[in-house]
């Protein structure tokens, strides 16, 4: 037999748009993403939720044009620091990124050593990884960062642990002596301001 369940019964002043349980897991998820550091964007520095010990930012790329962004973004882990550029497709594809050269040290070449870096690191198979910025009300960057956006909250790029470990050589732009490594598919969480790691001598 059907048992009838009554309804708790709603008084005249309250809002029946309301859902107290989606509110709920709505301002749970707010609480847990962090504030955007208080700083420019290519000063901020965010941590993988899954092991702290790999880090990503963003750098100025301010001698090389770029189409997508005047950004690159930095990933240091336990052995070495990889850089990337933006690259962002026409049409609904979706922010990608691609090995680049420490802007630190590019800034330094002639246009024509930098040309012969720069071809020298484009891999035999193309390389890009999808890339999304996450603001901390968890809407996400529609295109590439830019250096005069707000630092975002989150970055995810699931792709760097499968390329860390399977292509770690072609994940540095044809560096023979970049190693396999292990890293959790995790976001990368803002942690506060830094910018990025000092070049190794």
Not at 22 to 49: D, G, N, Q, S, W
Not at 95 to 107: A, F, Q
Not at 111 to 132: I, K, T, V, W
Request: charged share 20%; aromatic share 8%; hydrophobic share 40%.
């Amino acid at each position: 037999m059907l048992r009838m369940v009554p309804l708790p019964m709603r008084s005249h002043g309250e809002d029946k748009s309301a859902n107290p349980p989606l509110m709920l897991t709505a301002l749970l998820l707010a609480a847990a993403v962090p504030a955007p550091p208080a700083c420019p964007i290519e000063k901020a520095v965010y941590r993988l939720k899954a092991d702290a010990r790999f880090t990503a930012g963003f750098a100025r790329q301010e001698r090389r044009d770029s189409s997508a962004s005047d950004l690159v973004l930095w990933l240091n882990t336990p052995k070495r620091t990889y850089w990337f550029a933006f690259g962002s497709p026409n049409g609904y594809g979706g922010t990608y990124l691609v090995p680049e050269l420490d802007p630190r040290i590019s800034v330094r070449l002639s246009d024509d050593e930098e040309r012969a870096a720069a071809e020298r690191m484009q891999p035999a198979d193309p390389l890009g990884l999808e890339f999304d910025a996450f603001a901390a009300d968890l809407s996400a960057f529609q295109a590439p960062p830019q250096s005069s956006d707000r630092p975002p909250s989150l970055l995810f790029a699931r792709g760097f642990g499968p390329a860390l470990w399977y292509g770690p050589v072609n994940l540095s732009g044809n560096d023979p002596t970049a190693e396999e490594e292990g890293m959790p598919i995790s976001l990368f969480v803002a942690a506060g301001c830094g910018g990025p790691p000092k070049i190794k001598k």
